[in-house]
């Protein structure tokens, strides 16, 4: 039996589940639909998540639920992320599509029991609304704009009212009846994420490694370049394997190498640790990280991989929403001054020339 060992990352998987499980009384992982927000009352306001290119309300990616133990500021403890839906806005290594914030509450506060809550699908779930939030008709994220109307639906942007007002409010503004509209051209389909402790097959991977070496090596012997490095008398055999691999390739051929370890993984968790960069251009240096308001230095603390893109149903002929791997970077110090939606950083970094990451199975439509 080949060895395996447990590391220090964490490993997120898209699992279907029931809708009640995700709302914010369970502190869920999860991406698309919805944010389910930690703190129920001053959320970020709309001029926060609008996009920087487009000026188009961002839609909500993904959340984390990431307590810190230690911290008694941190029992609850999320991270969310959110995106453009515009395709044109996503330029090479750009971060200006994506936001992200972190929000905290220590155990005993004004939204949750203190003890964990009981899971039903009959329990009452808690909601913004219930703290007298007005909530935007569409994406769920803080709505001051009202309909002129009815004065009863509230919106984030005249660009939501609008969306709404086609999706079907034209015809229910005034009127007591229930809509269910799945805003399909905002919202990403939701999936619970499913976190799971990583684990290696170190021999497993020691042997891949030999083995793409010796194929790419024999690749590049064939090769024009590999043939005239032969016929030279000064090249060693070292020489050559070393010329076979190219750093691109290198970086991709890790990046890969950990991944197949489990094809299906869409988010890493390492906080204080490294991401796994998908490529070796456009890696970040300490002062490419800026600091938090407060002044402390930013960690990383997850990554969103390529696979997710699987599950968003974004793909185009044209421009289309892409990235190699997004790192999210967090206050080190996880400071609790300021708004209570602390805004973080996220870095971008692009696939390169490598191929895009899918997983085996196609994700069902």
């Known amino acids: 039996m080949a060895a395996s060992s447990k590391s220090d990352v964490e490993l997120g998987f898209a699992e279907k589940t029931h809708g009640w499980r995700l709302n914010s009384k369970y502190f869920p992982c999860k991406f698309g639909g919805k944010p389910s927000w930690l703190h129920l009352k001053n959320l970020p306001l709309p001029e926060s998540l609008?996009?920087?290119?487009?000026?188009?309300?961002?839609?909500?990616?993904?959340?984390?639920?990431?307590?810190?133990?230690?911290?008694?500021?941190?029992f609850h403890r999320t991270v969310f992320v959110?995106?453009?839906?515009?395709?044109?806005?996503?330029?090479?290594?750009?971060?200006?599509?994506?936001?992200?914030?972190?929000?905290?509450?220590?155990?005993?506060n004004d939204y949750y029991s203190y003890?964990?809550?009981?899971?039903?699908?009959?329990?009452?779930?808690?909601?913004?609304?219930?703290?007298?939030?007005?909530?935007?008709?569409?994406?769920?994220?803080?709505?001051?704009?009202?309909?002129?109307?009815?004065?009863?639906?509230?919106y984030c942007s005249r660009n939501h009212q609008m969306i709404d007002w086609k999706e079907g409010h034209k015809f229910s503004c005034g009127k007591d009846e229930g809509r269910t509209p799945e805003y399909k051209n905002v919202l990403f389909p939701e999936y619970e994420v499913v976190i799971e402790t990583e684990e290696l097959n170190t021999?497993?991977?020691?042997?891949?490694?030999?083995?793409?070496?010796?194929?790419?090596?024999?690749?590049?012997?064939?090769?024009?370049?590999?043939?005239?490095?032969?016929?030279?008398?000064?090249?060693?055999?070292?020489?050559?394997?070393?010329?076979?691999l190219h750093e691109e390739d290198v970086q991709f051929k890790k990046f890969r190498e950990r991944i197949n370890h489990e094809p299906e993984q869409i988010l890493r968790y390492d906080r204080g640790g490294e991401?796994?960069?998908?490529?070796?251009?456009?890696?970040?240096?300490?002062?490419?990280?800026?600091?938090?308001?407060?002044?402390?230095?930013?960690?990383?603390?997850?990554?969103?991989?390529?696979?997710?893109?699987?599950?968003?149903?974004?793909?185009?002929?044209?421009?289309?929403?892409?990235?190699?791997?997004?790192?999210?970077?967090?206050?080190s110090k996880n400071c609790d001054t300021g708004p209570v939606y602390h805004p973080e950083f996220?870095?971008?970094?692009?696939?390169?020339?490598?191929?895009?990451i899918k997983t085996e199975d196609?994700?069902?439509?």
């Open 50 to 74: 609008q996009c920087s290119c487009c000026k188009n309300p961002y839609t909500f990616l993904l959340q984390i639920y990431a307590p810190i133990n230690e911290l008694k500021t941190c």
């Open 362 to 365: 196609t994700v069902s439509q």
């Open 115 to 154: 003890h964990p809550p009981t899971e039903s699908e009959d329990s009452k779930p808690v909601n913004p609304v219930d703290f007298e939030q007005r909530m935007c008709e569409v994406c769920g994220c803080l709505g001051p704009k009202r309909c002129g109307k009815c004065h009863e639906t509230n």
């Open 275 to 331: 991401p796994l960069w998908i490529s070796s251009k456009h890696i970040p240096k300490s002062n490419d990280i800026p600091l938090c308001q407060c002044g402390a230095p930013r960690i990383f603390e997850f990554q969103i991989l390529p696979q997710l893109l699987n599950y968003l149903h974004v793909d185009s002929l044209g421009a289309s929403i892409d990235w190699g791997t997004l790192a999210i970077y967090t206050c």
């Open 82 to 108: 959110f995106c453009c839906r515009s395709a044109e806005c996503y330029k090479p290594n750009s971060n200006l599509p994506f936001a992200a914030f972190r929000s905290q509450l220590p155990r005993k």
């Open 203 to 244: 021999a497993e991977e020691t042997d891949k490694s030999e083995e793409d070496k010796m194929r790419d090596y024999s690749e590049f012997m064939k090769s024009e370049q590999g043939k005239s490095m032969l016929r030279n008398e000064d090249m060693t055999q070292e020489d050559l394997e070393k010329m076979a």
């Open 346 to 356: 996220v870095w971008k970094q692009e696939c390169g020339d490598t191929p895009k």
